[in-house]
C-alpha cells in the first residue's frame, strides 16, 4: 500500500486537525485503555472518545469499536457518546474458539448527528 502512511502518536491526544477522517476504527484500544475499572481507566477512555468525537467529520464521519463489553467500558463508551451521536450496537457471532468466552467482542458503531 503505496500511498498508506502510518503514524505513531498518543491515542488520546491525537495530532490531527479536528473533522480529519470519515472512519476511526477502534479494535480494543478502549479495552486496552480501560483495562481494570476506576477513575484512571475512565478517564483515559474519555480521552480517547474525546479525540474520536474531535478528529471524526461531524457530517460525514463514523466510529467503529470493536470492543470485548466490560461493564465499565460500556458504560464509558455509551454515555461518552451519548448526545450528539446516533449508536448503534451490534452482536456478531463468535468464532468457535470464543464462543464460550466470558466476554464477547460487540461492534459499536457511532455517527456524529449533525
Avoid at 477502534?26 to 479495552?31: F, S, T, Y
Avoid at 457530517?59 to 470493536?66: E, I, K, W
Wanted: aromatic share 6%; glycine share 8%.
Amino acid at each position: 500500500r503505496p500511498r498508506m502512511k502510518w503514524q505513531v502518536m498518543d491515542m488520546t491526544a491525537m495530532k490531527f486537525a479536528d473533522g480529519t477522517f470519515d472512519v476511526a476504527f477502534d479494535k480494543g484500544g478502549l479495552d486496552a485503555l480501560m483495562g481494570d475499572e476506576g477513575a484512571e481507566a475512565d478517564e483515559a477512555g474519555l480521552r480517547l472518545l474525546g479525540e474520536v468525537a474531535r478528529v471524526v467529520h461531524p457530517a460525514t464521519g463514523v466510529y467503529f469499536c470493536v470492543t470485548l463489553a466490560q461493564e465499565h467500558v460500556l458504560r464509558t463508551l455509551l454515555s461518552a457518546l451519548g448526545e450528539g451521536w446516533a449508536t448503534a450496537i451490534h452482536k456478531p457471532p463468535p468464532p468457535p474458539d470464543m464462543a464460550r468466552a466470558p466476554l464477547q467482542p460487540l461492534l459499536v458503531v457511532a455517527r456524529p448527528v449533525p
